[in-house]
Every structure is written in C-alpha cells, then in structure tokens.
C-alpha cells in the first residue's frame, strides 16, 4: 500500500492538457477514497483545502485533490492564474473529462480500485453531482453546490455581446485579473446540455449525495442548495452565518481549520461514515416502490395529510411496516423496479392516482412521473399517452383494462 503523498503529480486532462493532483493515504487507511473537485476560480491548494484534506486523512480516508486542467494554473505554478488563455478555454464539459482522467489515474495507481467518494465545492459541487450515475462512486457531499449550469451564463444583451465580441472579462477580487472566457465556453454548453443537465442527474440519480450551503451565501445562493436537496429527495443541511466558503479565505495561514468548515467537514464524515442499509430483495423492490411516491409526494416541497394517508394506505397494501414507511422520508433507497412490465405499469398507475389526490398537478409532478416511467423501461408515448387520458375519466382514475390497452398499443 502506497503512503508517502503524492504532492503535485501530474496527470493528463481534457485536450491533452496537463494538469497536477495530490494523493495522501494514512497508514491505517480503511480503503475509502475521497476525491475532491474546486470550484470557479479556484485550485487544490486555495485556502485551507489543505486542511479539509488533513481532516479526513487523519480519519482514515484517503484523500485526492487536483486542479481541472483548464483552470488557468500550470504544472509549473498550479496556484492562481498564470495561463489566461487555458483559463479562457475551460468548460464544464472539459472538468467533466478531468473528472474522468483522475479516475483512470486512480486505476492505474491502485492494484484494485478503492471505494471512491466525492466532495465538490460549488462549480466542483455541480461536476460531482454530475456523476450521480457513475458506479465507481459510492456517496456525494455538495459543498455549496451550483444547482444549474445554465444560469452561470450572461442572458439577453449581455449574452448578444459575449457572441459579437468572441470574449467576456470577470475580475478576480484577490489577485485583480480580468479573467477571460470565451464565447465557445457557451457553445461547448450548449452542445453538451444533456450530459449538463444538473437537475436531470439529481432526480435520476443512484447514489446517497449530502447536500451542504451555508445560509449567507453571497455567491451561490442557498435556494440552489435547497433546489439540489428538493431534485434528491434529501435533507438539505444548513451551516448557520456562513458564507460560500464557510469561513476559509485565501491564504489561509492558520493550522486550524475555520469554525463553518469544520462543521461541513463533520456533517460530511458523518455521511461517509453512516451505512446504507441492505435489505432482502424483496424488501429492496418495495421500498423503491414507495420511496418513488415519496419522492413524488415531496416534490412540490409540501407533502400533503391526503397525500401521506394515500402513502400510508399503500405501504399498508405492500406490508410495509409504518417504521420502514417514515424511514422513507429521510433515507436514501436505491431505484430497484418491478422486473415485470405488469408491475411496472401498476406503479406507473399508483404514481398517477398520488399526483392526482389533492387535486392539484404541477409541471414539476409530470415531469418527475414521465422521468420515472423511463427509468422503468416504460415506452415514452404510453406514458404520455396516459396522462393525457387521464383527463377523460372522473377523478383521473383510468381503469386498469383501458390503462393496459394504452400499453400494448405502443407495444414494440
């Protein structure tokens, strides 16, 4: 087993560029990789992420940290901004790529891979929540996360400007640099925009992700922490009077973590540490079944008395216990659907009579029903099918023969 850190060892990132990592394992390593991801403007050594990484190695995690290859350092001087140009290059589907080539760079290092989890912080947030279907990784703690790529790009008039003038300028506070982006950066967006999506991932997402803002934000605001955790289904932690980077600046001469970042940093170890719960098959499959009416009910921020009494009701049918039911609301359940499309269709049914209870539909609703039909493997016109129809009928109730009609008719 590897010990001695790794500090500024070099690996090759999107395009070809090179970049640099460091890699720290303790001696009493429990096998558990934490890979970290910084943000906008930022590097693997701003501030006091040298002691985020101390924190974790000193609790057994091994720790990786590295700068996305086109975040305008260089090999030679990996702190602040030395190549404009290569900053002006960047784009979120190149720290995509980096992401990737730290990952191989974690197979090539390690005679088997290790468990990997991620930290990333604000723009490293939205990378890592990005991989919310990677297999290689076993939990997610957003750090301040961006919730949308989208909205990091100028709109209207200034949005025509950046176009007619190939480049727009942003001024880093601490070292005075008019930071360059060029205009591709919004057509490499654009090109990529599904693999992008942040909300997509999040909703669909496979794998237990900590959600963590501070509520004195400035930069990114907590909304886009609550808006994360609400796409997840899970509890949004809160750090109180803490700003974007919960009280660490750059430099950072102390030999002490801040007090806002040691809580994250606590909060964080606490979910890595915590265990997802195995259950039997069967139990696994009904549990989804239900966390997906959870999810659903929870969607609109406002789980409603018919609502959870109609959720309460089909635990009840499953013979799922009312403490397995509550659990649901704060706990993660990975998607596990009914292998046969019979019972993939009575779910999709169970999802609609849930949306339709309290009388009241929201686009946020159909959306994450007609998400979930995919994922079940449902064909994407008999979904649409159905919640058209669903209109004709009192109460939105499509009986169950007409129901399965609509299903054969797009039948491959």
Not at 17 to 27: A, G, T
Not at 203 to 213: F, G, L
Not at 289 to 308: C, T, Y
């Amino acid at each position: 087993m590897m010990q001695r850190p790794l500090k500024n060892a070099v690996f090759t990132g999107a395009e070809g560029k090179k970049s640099v990592y460091d890699l720290s394992i303790p001696e009493k390593w429990n096998g558990k990789l934490i890979i970290f991801l910084h943000g906008y403007m930022g590097y693997k050594d701003w501030g006091a992420w040298n002691l985020v990484s101390n924190y974790f190695t000193n609790h057994t995690y091994g720790f990786l940290k590295y700068n996305v290859s086109h975040n305008g350092g260089t090999v030679e001087n990996p702190i602040d901004f030395d190549d404009l140009e290569s900053f002006s290059a960047n784009s979120y589907i190149k720290e995509v790529l980096d992401f990737q080539a730290i990952l191989d760079v974690v197979a090539d290092t390690f005679d088997s891979i290790p468990d990997i989890y991620l930290i990333g912080h604000s723009r490293g947030g939205g990378i890592a929540l990005l991989q919310s279907d990677n297999g290689m990784v076993k939990k997610i703690s957003a750090w301040a996360a961006i919730a949308s790529i989208d909205n990091r790009f100028p709109k209207g008039k200034e949005l025509e400007a950046w176009k007619e003038d190939g480049y727009y300028f942003r001024k880093n506070g601490r070292t005075n640099q008019q930071m360059p982006h060029k205009y591709d950066q919004y057509e490499s967006y654009i090109e990529h925009k599904d693999r992008l999506n942040i909300m997509t991932y999040c909703k669909n997402s496979t794998i237990p992700t900590c959600v963590i803002h501070g509520d004195k934000d400035l930069s990114v605001p907590l909304d886009e922490g609550k808006t994360i955790a609400r796409w997840l289904s899970t509890e949004l932690t809160i750090i109180e009077n803490e700003q974007h980077t919960f009280g660490a600046s750059q430099p950072w001469e102390k030999d002490f973590l801040p007090l806002g970042l040691e809580k994250v940093c606590m909060e964080t170890l606490d979910f890595f540490n915590g265990e997802v719960t195995e259950k039997a098959p069967q139990d696994t499959e009904k549990l989804s079944l239900l966390s997906d009416l959870v999810k659903l009910a929870k969607s609109d921020n406002d789980v409603r008395d018919v609502e959870f009494n109609f959720l309460l009701s089909i635990a009840s049918q499953l013979g799922v216990t009312k403490k397995d039911f509550l659990d649901l609301f704060e706990q993660y359940i990975e998607f596990n659907p009914p292998k046969l499309e019979f019972d993939r269709i009575v779910q999709f049914q169970r999802l609609i009579l849930l949306m339709n209870v309290d009388m009241h539909v929201d686009e946020e609703e159909i959306r994450y029903i007609k998400d979930i039909g995919i994922r079940m493997g449902l064909h994407p016109l008999a979904t649409d099918e159905v919640l058209q129809r669903m209109n004709d009928y009192k109460n939105k109730i499509i009986p169950p023969e007409k129901l399965l009609e609509i299903f054969r008719t797009f039948h491959n």
